[in-house]
Each structure stands twice: as C-alpha cells, then as structure tokens.
C-alpha cells in the first residue's frame, strides 16, 4: 500500500465553512423553508417527588401554543424507555418515561413539552403548566445510595441496580502473605462533558412521501433511526436520521432516547410541520446524562521492593436515577484499573447503586479516569511508604513489552475479556521523565505521573461505501458521525491511499443515514478504528475492481496494475494506464451517452467482450460496501508528566509544565491527534481542578450555568507538550488505536499526585478546588 | 441596524435577543448560541467594530449600529479574512461551534494589538469558551493571524489607539 496521504499533517476539508459561518448545526436547520414550531419542557424541580395532577389547560389555552403533550397525550406515554445494554448481572435495571406522570426521581426530569410558534411564547407557556408535587426523601451521594436509609426506587431493594464480583488469582492468600499491606479510600465526584453545543433536534413529516426526516445533535443516527422506526411502526426506509455538524460530544450525545428524540418527531407527524426543540444551557446541566461518581475501597498488598502482589478493590457507582446505559461504566472502571501494572491477583466487585441525580452514560474517558486515579494513587501511596521514588515504584510493576498478548481476566465492555493487544508501557515513562526535565525551583511545586491504558475500537463494526464516480472523484459514506474529529479528512486520506487519488478527490459523508444506513456510533474512541478500517476494506475493495476493469482494456494482468495519480496504470510502465474517470465510466455498461467520456461505455462503442454486458456477480459502478468488525478492543496507552505550583495562600494552581507521551498505534493525521489529547487533557485539567457539579442535600444542582460550573478559560489551561510512538495494531488492517479519550484519562492522577507533594497533604479524591485545598490545608494543621 | 454593510428593518419583538434575530429572523446562523448567559462567547458579533455577546443585547438596542457577523468578514466568492485562514492553517477548530465566536473575538483583539504578546492572546481570547482544542492550537492560530493580517494601519481601522 502506499503510504502517501497516510500519516502526513493534512489540513482539514472541514474548515471552510465552519469558518466562514455556513457549518450546519441542528439549530440552523431550515429543510422545509417554512418556520418550525419551537418547543420547551417543564421539567420537574424536585429532585423526589411523586406528582399528584398536572394541569396545563393555562397553557394550551395561550395563544400561539399549538399543543401540549403530558404523559396522559402520549400513545407511548406508559412505556419505559429502552434498556440499551442489558447485563445479566443487571437485575434491578429502571429506565425512565419519555415524561413523568407518577413519582420524577432527578431534578430536571422531563414532565410536559410545550410546543408553539415560537420559543419565546413556549418559554412563557411553560411557566403556566401546574404541577402539584408531593416532595419524597432525596438521596443524592453514592454513600447515601449504598446506605440505603431511602430508597430512589420502592421495588430496588438497597438502592443496588447491580452488583458484581470478579477476581483473578487468589487475592485472600495473596494478601495473607503480603510483605505489607495498606487500605486506602478514593471519591471521584460526577462531571459533566459540557459540549459547547447543547442539544437539539428537528424533524419533519412528509404525508405524501410517507416519511420521517430527523436531524439530531446525536453520536448515532443509525441507532436513533432504527428506535424510531420501532417506535411508531414505520418501515426503516421511512425514517431517515442525520447528524448534521455536531457541536461537540464527548459521550452524553449517545443515547437511546433522550425524551425530546422521541416528542420531537412525534410532535412533527402530529401536527403535519416542521418542529424543534433546542436546549437551552441551563437545562443541558441537568436533562443531560452525567458521569464519573465513585467511591472505592481499596487494599494493597505489596513486597519491600514496592512490587503489587494483591489488589482489591470494593467500589460503588453513582448511576443516577435510571439505568439506560446498563452497567457500561462500572464494567470498564473494573477492566481498567489494573491500568498497564503487572497485577497476579486481582479481585474486583462494584455496585451500581441509583441516586436521585441526572442518569450517568459514559464521558470522554468513561470509566477509565476514575480507575486510573485510584490505581496512580495506590502506587503513589506504596512510592511514599516505602521511601521510593514515585517513576521507580511504576516501573518494578509495569508489563513488559514482550508479554503481550496481556491478558487481564477481567470483564470488557464488548463481551470479551481484558487482553491488551500492544505497547511498550516503561519507553513511555522513560521518555515522559526525560521530557519533564528537572524540578523547577522555589517552595509548594509538586510533580505528578500517571500512565495508563485505554481499550479503545470496540465492536460490533462499522461500514463504509466508497464510489468513484464518472468525474474521477471519489464519495465515500459512513454511518458515524463526527463532533470535530475531522472524520471527513482522516477517512478521505485512508481512500486517497488506496484510489491512488488526491486526498481533495474524495468527498466523504458521515452520520447521514441517508447515505449509509448501517453502523453503531460514534464513541469509546472507535471511530479510527471501526469506521477508518472498514474506509479501507471498502476502498481496497474498489481498487480491486477498478484494476479488473482496467485491465481488460490495457490488456494486463491486474496484478501488474497499479493506481496512481488518478490513473490505473501497468507497474513499471507509467504510459500504459487510463484516468480513473475513464474505468468508473466503463464499470457502468450503458445505452445513452451523456458526454464526458461516457460515450465509450455504451452497446456499440466499449471494447466488446463475450458474454452479457454484466457479468454473473459483476454490479454496474465502481463502488464498493466494506465493513470492520474488530476480533477486540485494541489498547493505546499513554503517560503523562507535569510539574505544578500552588499559590499558599489562594490556593491557585499554576501548571508549570505538563508533557504527555502517547501511542494510538499508527498515526493516520499527526496534526488531529494533537488536537485530540490537547483537547483531552485540557478537559482533564477542567475536570480536575475547576468544574464541580455542585449537588445540595435536596439534589438541586446549584450550579447549572457557566457562570459556576467553571469550564477553563485559555488563561487556565498550560502549553502541552507531547511525543507519540507508534505500536501499530495487530488486530486491524491499519494498524490504528483509538485517541479520542486518551488526553483525559490520567490527568486527575497526575494532578492529584502533583499537589499533594505540592502542599504536603493527601490527595484522596476529585475534583480539587482552591477551597478543597484550603480546607485540606486547615486539617493537617 | 446595518448587518454586514446590509440595511435591515427594525426587529419587530421588542424583547428578541440580538443572537436569535440574526440567527432566526435574519437567518446568519453563523453566530452561535452556546449559553444565553454571557459566558462562552460563541455568540461573539462586532457592533461598530467591538467584540460583543450578542445574547446579552436586545436585538432593539443594535439599531443604529454597525453589526458584523461571521459571515460578514469574507464574501463567499473571496479567500478567507487573515483570522479564518489562520485558524485553518493551525487546526484551530475541530467541532466548529465556538468557531465563530473565537474568530469575532480575535479580529477584535488584533485590531487593538496588531502584535500580541502570549499574555494578550490568553487575555484577548479568556471571554470564549472551547471544550475540543484545549486552546493551544487557537493560541497558534492567533499567532498567525497577526503574521498573515495585513499592517494594522491598513487594516480594520478600529480600535487604534485603545488600550
């Protein structure tokens, strides 16, 4: 294969029109060019309560309001939404109406959608819906959960939705004989992935067309198109789902459904117009799924030498009021934690417990940066009784590189089991440490290391079409969408390579269902992997059949062919070729010419050859469908250095110096995947030491606006410097390993270690604060 | 209120928010709405030539004035403007929603510091949110704005003098 666009820094073709302001966002849509109707929710204020009436005859009666719709409206209004990922170890799974009409179990919970002519008059009539609540006990912390002094839900007895227990090797004995042993308690509180675009989505309904058109802020088109189609009995070629430009991601985009996924298109076919409904800020903090709360307790048990012999580990997980996403997050949280450490005996159990708090489903990171911070800190901890140095306790447990395949035993989130496919884990601690360089000078500067692993390019697959039209240029499709991973330039690189094609020949399509219909989602840092590959295999596919064609015409062996600057051509013999407009035209034995070369594709022009003019399982078009289904998750892994300052009187945190050494397998565009871990430890560093979702004891989140939920500026966030090293792959074709998570995953354990040297107090648990430090600071006075 | 060198009618609601009347009455849905509050700047518009948020004004109170929008800095048929340009060159934008803003902002910013020093960048662009880039590569886009913008004195013409 050559390797030409592969690899090389492309600028992106993304860029023009989101920077000219013609980017599509849900909000922008205007399909129909007639005005859509606007809407707005009532959303419960308590966090417990059990409804005793709605009236929303105030409202309905406001001039401009087109309809409300209760629960009581609804012919789906009984139905619990779907379970997207059952478990058997999920016994007491609950997932939540598309609007309350008994008991609303979070703050934010959606009870009545307005719809009308416009989002003002929406506004306004939702402030006339009554609801009459009869406040219940609130239980908001995961401790509270596990308690179980109230319960979120009357029929889950002790709040535990589910509860599992894995262990690999014999972790009691192992403990038993333990040279030293230490127990140590680590809190994680939730967080929120906070894109810049909130939610949204449009849909319309054509009577005469007998069909449904959805645009959606969504990480899956493909899967909200098929739960539509079930929903209200339609055929899946009558429902057609898009996602247009997606204003960020990072995980809470996913999933199956949000209320509005369903009362939108349901509004639009009820009321034969265009509807919309776009989140406001405020509602996002609290309508929109969260993640990261856990509590666990860990012990130890380890030699003189600073080398783990046991681990266990007995964690509690906030899942919030519902379970939709399954128990995704604990399951990864438990597969991670080993991180990239030799551990011989490892026992893992976690419940799931519900909260009277926004449901949770994955956040960039998704379990990982919780597991990886009580792994960090446990090695830290056994660094500093022992008297060692913080990268010599890392190093005497790593796995070495000549033990992969590595297998772990634990649970993954595909189904499979724990087993890391590649890496060379101490190369990317020593070459952090070179890179971070000496301590620099004066009084409360503290140094932070955190390495880990990411499982990333889980299955089940992803497609791609790939079609080389009669111009020369190239379209290719495929299901996922992207929220600014430049999918349309890294995909058309991957073609380019295989077309012999210049990278701006190939227009590629994604997350538009009416360009490809099949395919799973955008998330779990899959997209390189399932979608790039199955990019690969449709373009390979292409190739092969251009090289056919063409040699029929040259009257080569197709082996001999090569493709190359737009032509296919004899290896060896540039002159001997044709353009590779000219072999899309001839794929496509036609009647009527239409110019432009076509001429030479009809009855009495194409070089004749015996037989019909399509052969048995030959197909007219160049073009091909291919798909990636991964054998498993393929394992980038990553470590990340910094030094810090904390101010001692303000608490302030100065980042000195941050350095983060990465390796996702072969690199398909180095200048995306710096933005990628750039991005990703910059919400790291949020998620670390600025934004906490601040719950009070009645479950109000008290800081749901930008204005206290602190998202970092530029002036909070340092330069990052970053090395990559390429372990390619040996599960897929290209080679690649995910990246979208990885900038995140360590960055509390590298901030939490930093500042505890820094200030000389322990470092327990996320997120820190000026204040959190301040107070820890008091304590050890 | 003149919108892109265009003349247009008062806005008819007297309590529209300048964001969703350029958005959705005049249909310049370049300028993006990421908080109502004031605080990610995605909504960044220039009035006589001056970054504002343009959900924190009354569509009423820009009458009278000069507004420009993202989509006015470059025509369709014309090369990018310098900002735009810079921001491609530097991978200055990945989900493309505080793109605008960010971009309003810094042709602000260079027209009162043609040559900004790593502090004024940080302090000119510490009013919009990003949650994709990490805000290196915006910082590099900066950067390069102020190589590719024509001499400040030839320039946009405002803010000369301000500090």
Not at chain 1, 46 to 69: G, K, L
Not at chain 1, 116 to 137: C, G, K, N, Q, W
Not at chain 1, 199 to 211: G, I, L, P, Q
């Amino acid at each position: 294969m050559t390797t030409r666009w592969f690899g090389a820094p492309v600028q992106r073709v993304e860029d023009d029109r989101l920077l000219r302001g013609h980017g599509r966002f849900t909000d922008d849509i205007n399909e129909t060019g007639q005005r859509a109707l606007e809407c707005c929710f009532v959303r419960s204020a308590y966090a417990h309560a059990r409804i005793r009436s709605i009236d929303a005859s105030a409202a309905r009666e406001m001039p401009a309001v087109v309809a409300v719709y209760t629960a009581a409206d609804l012919p789906f209004g009984g139905l619990d939404l779907p379970l997207l990922i059952p478990h058997p170890n999920l016994t007491h799974g609950r997932t939540q109406r598309c609007l309350a009409s008994e008991i609303v179990r979070y703050a934010g919970e959606a009870v009545a959608f307005v719809v009308a002519t416009d989002r003002y008059v929406a506004e306004d009539a939702a402030e006339l819906v009554s609801i009459d609540y009869e406040p219940l006990p609130v239980v908001i912390t995961p401790e509270a959960a596990a308690r179980a002094d109230h319960l979120v839900h009357d029929d889950v007895p002790g709040n535990v939705a589910a509860e599992m227990l894995q262990e690999v090797g014999d972790v009691d004995a192992a403990m038993k004989s333990a040279a030293r042993r230490k127990q140590l308690r680590f809190r994680y509180e939730r967080g929120a992935a906070s894109p810049m675009e909130a939610r949204a989505v449009w849909a319309t309904w054509s009577a005469e067309e007998h069909k449904l058109t959805v645009y959606d802020s969504t990480q899956s088109p493909t899967s909200i198109r098929g739960g539509l189609a079930v929903l209200f009995g339609l055929p899946e070629s009558s429902v057609e789902v898009i996602a247009p430009d997606v204003g960020g991601g990072f995980g809470p985009k996913i999933m199956l459904f949000y209320p509005d996924e369903l009362l939108v298109p349901f509004a639009a076919m009820q009321l034969g117009r265009a509807v919309k409904w776009t989140e406001d800020r405020q509602e996002h903090f609290t309508a929109v799924n969260q993640e990261r709360g856990q509590v666990h307790e860990v012990e130890v048990g380890f030699d003189d030498d600073g080398r783990v012999v046991a681990l266990s580990d007995d964690f509690v997980h906030d899942g919030g009021a519902y379970t939709p996403y399954g128990i995704i997050l604990p399951i990864i949280t438990a597969g991670q934690v080993p991180g990239p450490y030799r551990i011989p005996n490892y026992r893992v159990r976690f419940r799931d417990v519900y909260t009277n708090a926004t449901p949770t489903s994955p956040y960039r990171g998704a379990g990982r940066p919780h597991a990886c911070f009580v792994m960090e800190r446990t090695l830290d901890s056994i660094a500093s009784e022992l008297g060692l140095d913080r990268a010599e306790v890392r190093r005497r447990n790593l796995i070495q590189p000549d033990q992969f395949p590595y297998e772990v035993g634990v649970a993954w989130q595909d189904g499979n089991t724990v087993v890391y496919d590649s890496g060379d884990y101490p190369r990317l601690l020593e070459r952090a440490l070179e890179m971070l360089g000496p301590k620099p000078a004066g009084d409360n500067v503290g140094m932070g290391l955190g390495i880990y692993v990411e499982g990333t390019g889980v299955g089940p697959y992803e497609g791609a079409h790939v079609q080389v039209l009669v111009s020369g240029k190239v379209v290719a499709a495929t299901g996922i969408p992207s929220q600014g991973q430049a999918h349309a330039t890294v995909w058309a690189q991957v073609v380019a390579d295989e077309l012999g094609v210049d990278v701006s020949d190939v227009e590629v399509s994604s997350g538009d269902t009416r360009r490809f219909s099949w395919g799973v989602g955008t998330f779990a840092s899959r997209g390189a992997v399932t979608a790039g590959n199955a990019m690969h295999v449709a373009a390979r596919m292409v190739a092969t059949r251009a090289k056919q064609i063409a040699a029929e015409q040259l009257e080569a062996n197709p082996d001999d062919l090569e493709l190359v600057g737009g032509r296919v051509r004899v290896k060896g013999s540039p002159d001997r070729g044709i353009p590779l407009a000219a072999v899309a035209v001839l794929s496509n034995p036609v009647r009527y010419a239409f110019g432009g070369g076509t001429e030479a594709a009809t009855q009495f022009a194409s070089k004749p050859r015996p037989g019909p003019p399509l052969h048995e399982g030959e197909q007219p078009g160049l073009e091909a469908t291919g798909y990636y289904s991964p054998p498993g998750s393929t394992w980038a892994s990553g470590c990340h250095a910094a030094y810090v300052r904390v101010e001692p009187k303000t608490f302030r945190l100065e980042i000195l110096k941050y350095v983060v050494v990465h390796d996702c397998g072969r690199v398909i565009n180095p200048l995306v995947l710096q933005g990628q871990i750039e991005g990703g430890v910059a919400q790291g560093i949020g998620g670390a030491f600025y934004e906490r979702l601040a719950y009070d004891a009645d479950g109000q989140l008290r800081n749901a606006s930008f204005m206290e939920f602190l998202i970092p500026y530029a002036t909070e966030i340092p330069p990052i410097e970053i090395d990559h090293f390429e372990t390619p792959s040996p599960l897929n074709p290209l080679g690649v390993k995910g990246a979208g998570e990885a900038g995140v995953i360590p960055v509390g354990a590298v901030i939490g270690s930093a500042i505890e040297e820094a200030l000389g107090v322990p470092i327990t648990e996320m997120p820190l604060s000026p204040l959190k430090l301040y107070e820890l600071s008091m304590l050890k006075k | 209120m003149k919108v892109n060198g265009v003349n247009h009618p008062s806005p008819a609601d007297a309590r529209r928010l300048l964001s969703d009347h350029l958005r959705h009455e005049l249909g310049l849905t370049g300028t993006h709405v990421g908080c109502e509050h004031g605080v990610c700047g995605c909504c960044t518009v220039l009035l006589d030539g001056a970054p504002v948020r343009s959900c924190l004004m009354l569509a009423v109170q820009a009458e009278g004035h000069d507004v420009t929008t993202i989509e006015g800095l470059a025509r369709d048929d014309q090369a990018l403007h310098p900002v735009q340009q810079a921001f491609h060159e530097c991978h200055g934008l990945q989900c493309g929603f505080c793109t605008p803003g960010f971009v309003m902002s810094v042709v602000g910013l260079l027209a009162q510091h043609p040559s900004p020093s790593p502090q004024q960048i940080d302090e000119g662009i510490a009013g919009n949110l990003c949650r994709c880039t990490g805000y290196a590569s915006i910082r590099r886009a900066v950067q390069r704005a102020a190589e590719l913008s024509p001499s400040p004195h030839r320039g946009e013409g405002r803010g000369e003098g301000e500090t």
